[in-house]
């Protein structure tokens, strides 16, 4: 910006003083000068007449100097040229304040399998936030990934649909099944459901690598996934028709300035302080047992031979999925 504004000076200066108008006060200032040197070489009456006249010329020459450069076109076109630069320097700055505010700061495209940058982009939110909100339908992949992540949030709270209300998840297993009929559909009803419950397996079987994680089961879901670290917010959208041909959709990055930051962290505060929720916390403390009654007392008994089943299909969609979610360097 100095270089633009010293460069238009320049311009400004050339155009106004690099021609006939220029030589005019060059001459002037010439002849006034012989003037006062002429008055000091002379005395009486005849050395004030040329110092009154060398003076008097003095001030014309640079009064007209002054009214040429506040009057002519050229300085007008100065003032012009500098308020558009102000403009557009303006106009910059409004416009990197509405994108982060409105925009988002990354896009992934829907893929088939989980998408590299998306990937490494959360990863390396994660390792540096202290706090992670999930809201979704089933949080599996999430679970795995803070379970492989060598440096994880301390507080994780996590908002999936309830098992028990098998009719939360109708939306998305319809989105999954696509043009089937009923039997596809039950399928992927039963491996939605099948998801929740290896979330909820794989929760309690990494609880103590955070200092605090809590399950929040609603019976109202939302479809999109919605993942809130300290300084950022992915949202992937399962909502968007035009997303169905992709197992993985379209994600987005929004910063924390960002209304989306701000409007999805209200809304899931909504969420955890609803009454229609079941909220339960993993302490490191808990024994399986006491987990297993904690279950049971919310609608959702297990016996051990399924949990075993559970925890073993957690640990073996784990060992598929983590290569995928984090590469090894």
């Not at 197992?247 to 009454?275: A, H, T, W």
Request: proline share 5%; charged share 20%.
């Amino acid at each position: 910006m100095a270089e633009e504004n010293s460069s238009s000076y320049v311009r400004l200066l050339r155009q106004l003083y690099f021609n006939r108008t220029g030589v005019l006060f060059l001459l002037m200032a010439i002849v006034s000068i012989l003037m006062l040197i002429e008055s000091a070489r002379t005395k009486g009456n005849i050395s004030q007449f040329w110092l009154a006249l060398g003076a008097a010329t003095v001030a014309t020459t640079g009064y007209s100097f002054v009214q040429v450069l506040l009057t002519t076109r050229q300085f007008n076109n100065f003032l012009s040229d500098s308020i558009k630069i102000d403009i557009q320097q303006a106009v910059a700055d409004t416009l990197l304040s509405l994108q982060d505010k409105y925009l988002p700061v990354a896009t992934y495209p829907g893929l088939d399998t989980p998408n590299p940058r998306f990937n490494s982009d959360l990863n390396a939110c994660l390792s540096s936030s202290a706090h992670y909100l999930f809201r979704g339908l089933s949080a599996r992949y999430a679970v795995v990934r803070l379970a492989q992540l060598p440096r994880a949030p301390r507080d994780v709270k996590i908002i999936m649909a309830d098992p028990t209300k098998p009719a939360a998840v109708d939306f998305r297993a319809r989105r999954d099944a696509g043009s089937g009929g009923d039997q596809e559909f039950n399928q992927a009803k039963k491996a939605i459901i099948d998801g929740i419950h290896m979330a909820i397996a794989g929760a309690y079987l990494n609880r103590r690598k955070f200092n605090n994680i809590e399950l929040i089961l609603t019976p109202i879901p939302h479809v999109d996934r919605v993942e809130i670290c300290d300084n950022a917010i992915f949202v992937a959208r399962f909502s968007e028709d035009e997303e169905a041909s992709s197992k993985f959709p379209s994600s987005m990055r929004f910063g924390r300035e960002s209304l989306i930051y701000q409007m999805f962290i209200q809304d899931c505060n909504n969420v955890l302080s609803s009454p229609y929720v079941t909220r339960f916390d993993l302490p490191g403390s808990l024994t399986e047992e006491g987990f297993l009654e904690k279950l049971a007392r919310i609608g959702l008994p297990i016996g051990k031979p399924e949990w075993a089943a559970m925890k073993q299909m957690f640990r073996d969609f784990q060992t598929r999925t983590s290569p995928l979610l984090i590469p090894q360097k």
